[in-house]
């Protein structure tokens, strides 16, 4: 079974720029996550999808992120304009819903300079 | 407030001995669970166990194994016999039965074993 798949691996941009993360989570899984994930730090809930609704998007910074999980499957988290701290890793996982084990993607390791 | 403290940075072994990583929690919540998660330098976060929080029975699984007392809000994780291949991040987390989905991450400690 395939596990979560996310695109790119790395991505380097300027600051002011838009960027856009992309999910596939494991098959079946209803639930979707998106963490960042500072360096030396643990990671941190952005946001939470059950199918297409987001239940849990406190700690996503509204002004400058988004992200959206049309049809219940893909997701994608989008930055714009991105500052300098935002230079992280972006995990996305899955579950089969939220009482279950997440499983993590390989993460997009994110510059901005 | 959910809460996880893992103390130890970094460790440093040689192959074969054995290494604890000490995970401590904070959790209002009477239904919790805990978790340990695994990254190694691919970047990929692979789950290794989850504990609820009414089951205190320690877990072994193969070369690994947990001990979990609530006494001390404590889960730590045993490596026997460590490999190189066991260098990684690992990572303890928490989620409370009242933050449904949500994990709570410590800090990570960077375990390395060498040849």
């Known amino acids: 079974e395939a596990g979560v798949v996310q695109s790119p691996r790395y991505k380097i941009i300027e600051k002011k720029q838009p960027v856009a993360f992309w999910c596939n989570p494991i098959s079946g899984h209803n639930t979707l996550y998106w963490y960042l994930q500072n360096l030396g730090q643990g990671p941190e809930l952005l946001i939470r999808y059950e199918n297409e609704e987001a239940v849990d998007d406190s700690q996503l910074p509204k002004d400058r992120f988004s992200a959206e999980r049309l049809k219940g499957v893909d997701s994608t988290l989008k930055i714009q304009p991105a500052e300098l701290g935002d230079s992280a890793v972006y995990l996305c996982a899955s579950s089969l819903s939220g009482r279950n084990e997440q499983f993590f993607g390989p993460g997009t390791r994110l510059t901005v300079l | 407030a959910q809460k996880v403290t893992q103390a130890q940075t970094e460790i440093s072994v040689v192959e074969k001995e054995d290494v604890t990583l000490d995970c401590v929690y904070e959790?209002?919540?009477?239904?919790?669970?805990l978790f340990w998660y695994k990254q190694p330098p691919s970047g990929e976060l692979v789950f290794l166990i989850r504990?609820?929080?009414?089951?205190?029975q320690n877990e072994i699984s193969g070369r690994y194994s947990w001990n979990f007392q609530k006494s001390t809000s404590s889960f730590n994780f045993t490596i026997t016999a460590s490999q190189v291949v066991d260098s990684a991040v690992y990572f303890c987390?928490?989620?409370?039965?009242?933050?449904?989905?949500?994990?709570?991450f410590g800090r990570g400690t960077q375990l390395t074993v060498w040849p």
């Open positions: 959790t209002r919540d009477t239904t919790y669970y």
């Open positions: 504990r609820n929080s009414f089951d205190e």
């Open positions: 987390a928490l989620r409370g039965g009242s933050t449904l989905g949500r994990l709570y």
